[in-house]
């Protein structure tokens, strides 16, 4: 844990760098820019907006990047760090409305497409690596995320990479396991496909190219990694992230009981197929 946190504290942006700044076409529902530094290479800006109920969004991204390293579950690597990191970020924003301008997400730039953009890719990769797939989902019903949409999953060098994660940690809902703030327009089977009601989910897709799911994704690895983390480490992530002690707890919890609660799941989304 030690080595994860001091190896990325190498890698946050610092605004000692000499930022370059393009503003970039977004479609959904954030702001985004292209911040370049000749030492610190590419990165991804995400200038939020304020989701009403999560007003720690932007930390939320950082620790499902955080828990992804040390489950060694591919995230893309994520930090909130102040706005003014980069410099003027912000102006390049006319129509601010409920952009939270303080701080941002800082993503590793990754030169790949979405799966929306690249479905032959991503049934490639599904078809040859079933076992990701299933770490991928046991992260996920870990962490709690149940926004995934087939553009918040990219391809990078013909790998998936989950990105836009700041809806998911444990929240406080008893229906959800993440902390999407429309949780009333879940149905169950919502829950299940672990993706916004009106967007494509991933886990269908995903579960679709695979010829036996039951079978090929009923024992992840991860879960073995996940139960070996220690209850300090989970306390330290979320702390490092920011966010409240009762994330940790939550984990903990839910560190405990899922591999009978991926059972149960993975029972579910396999009539998905
Ligand atoms: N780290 C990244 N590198 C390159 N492109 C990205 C990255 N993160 C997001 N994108 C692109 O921006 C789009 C929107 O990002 P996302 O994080 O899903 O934002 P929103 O929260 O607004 O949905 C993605 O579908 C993808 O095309
Ligand atoms: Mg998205």
């Known amino acids: 844990m030690k080595s994860i946190l001091t190896q990325r504290a190498t ?18 529902v954030n702001q985004s820019a292209l911040a370049t530094s000749n030492t610190h290479g590419e990165w ?34 994520a930090f909130c760090v102040p706005t003014a ?31 929306s953009l690249d479905p032959e890719g991503a049934s490639r990769f599904i078809r040859s690596h079933p076992d990701k797939l299933a770490d991928i ?40 396991r993440s902390a999407h703030p429309a949780e009333c327009l879940y149905r169950p089977i919502d829950v299940t496909r672990m993706c ?15 010829s036996e799911p039951n079978r090929q994704l009923a024992v992840p690895k991860v879960i073995d990694r996940i139960a070996g983390l220690r209850d300090t480490d989970l306390e330290q992530a979320v702390l490092h992230s920011q966010l409240p002690p009762w994330m940790a707890s939550a984990l903990v919890q839910r560190r ?12 579910a989304a396999a009539d998905l197929s």
């Open 11 to 28: 890698r946050r942006p610092q605004s000692s760098e000499d930022w370059k700044l393009v503003p970039l076409q977004h479609r959904g």
């Open 44 to 77: 991804f800006i995400k200038i939020c907006r304020d989701p009403g109920s999560v007003p720690d969004i932007c930390e939320r991204e950082e620790l499902a990047s955080l828990l992804g390293e040390m489950a060694e579950v591919p995230v893309v690597d």
């Open 85 to 115: 990191t980069f410099g003027a970020v912000t102006e390049l924003f006319p129509l601010a409305l409920d952009l939270m301008t303080d701080r941002c997400v800082a993503m590793h730039r990754i030169a790949g497409s979405t799966v």
């Open 137 to 176: 989902f046991a992260f996920s019903l870990w962490i709690g995320d149940e926004d995934r949409g087939l553009d918040d999953v990219m391809l990078e060098n013909g790998s998936l990479v989950l990105i836009d994660n700041g809806l998911s940690g444990p929240g406080r809902s008893s229906v959800l």
């Open 196 to 210: 916004f009601p009106f967007k494509k989910s991933f886990v269908e897709f995903a579960i679709r190219r695979l």
């Open 256 to 267: 405990d009981t899922l591999r009978d609660d991926y059972v149960k799941w993975l029972k």
